[in-house]
């Protein structure tokens, strides 16, 4: 056997590879905070953690996503809530108050200069030891990143989406309703999806009820017009969704719908909706057109997902659930 000499690299060898590493696959990330490193930087080889850190190698740690439109962040307070919740369910202490974090999160979106895209920030437990538990005095990390966001091809919202259910078994509800960085499951579907040649999975859950989607909300318009979303207590409370349906009272005043639920969905009462849409920050609402090779409704876009849209994007660019990002 012959053992390879491995190279020993200094730092200045390390800060190297790193850059040749975003040469050969780059990214887009305009800015990253990170409370290890006391501070913000814009050059994408040098958004690292350590390797140690319990969110790397044991997936202790918790995320949220939020939007960036026209150089405003859209609802932060609905995902800092959900990112409170979802420490709390995972037994992570925040380094930081609800204020500072906000703080850091509009602070990072001013530095990275951008005026479109997304904000994502995580919780770690922190680096100090490669056990179970996180270290004894393991300082949590606060991380955030400013990047283009999801895109998503145009055909979603002309034509309609695709679905799938998934093989892989829904998260058991706790690490459902919290953000957590374990999104195996969610990994999984999203790949078995692509590979039948589809644009996504749904989860069903063990009672025979409508789950989610891989990092998006479901919904259902039935033929008598009521607007369906499954309950939040299995599944991720989407930002988008709670928003969503309070924004679809308006459809149900001009009589586009005829009501507003969140109950328990059994699939067999899904599949015979007049529509179905994908819910998410990223994707707004889209029409999905298929669901298992059977076409919902009459297999196209619907007019309550057109108009859905239509409210969403409003309130994002019009509404008042913004902060005012101070750019330089
Ligand atoms: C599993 C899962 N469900 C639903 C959603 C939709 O949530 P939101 O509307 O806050 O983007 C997400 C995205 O965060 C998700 O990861």
Known sequence: MSVPTLPRLDAAHVLSALSSLRQSQPVKYAAFY????????????????PFDDHMVHRGHGIFDTAGL?????????????????????????LPLSREAMRDIIVGTVAASGTRNGAIRYWLSSGPGSL????APGAAPGFFVMVFPGLSYPERWYTDGLRVMTTTYPIKPALYAVTKSTNYLPNVL?????????????????????????????????????????????????GC??????????????DGRLAGVEVCDIPVAQARAAREMLLIGSSVKV????????????????GPVAGALLALLEADMRTGDRHIDVPFA
Do not use: C
């Open 240 to 253: 988008t969704s709670l928003r969503m349906l309070e924004l679809a009272r308006q459809l149900v005043a």
């Open 131 to 134: 056990e179970l538990s996180p």
């Open 286 to 301: 889209a029409p999905i057109v298929a669901w298992d090779g059977q076409p919902i409704g009459d297999g196209r876009p």
């Open 189 to 237: 579907m999203q790949m078995e999806a692509k590979a039948a040649g589809v644009d996504n999975g749904v989860f069903i859950d063990a009672q025979g009820h409508v789950g989610e989607s891989s990092n998006m909300n479901v919904a259902f318009v039935t033929t008598d017009g009521v607007l369906r979303h499954p309950k939040f207590d299995h599944i991720l409370q």
């Open 69 to 93: 439109v026209d150089g405003r962040i859209y609802d932060l307070e609905a995902h800092l809530d959900r990112f409170e919740r979802s420490a709390a369910h995972s037994r992570l202490t």
């Open 34 to 49: 990170s409370s290890q490193l006391g501070g913000v930087v814009t050059d994408p080889a040098l958004m690292v953690l």
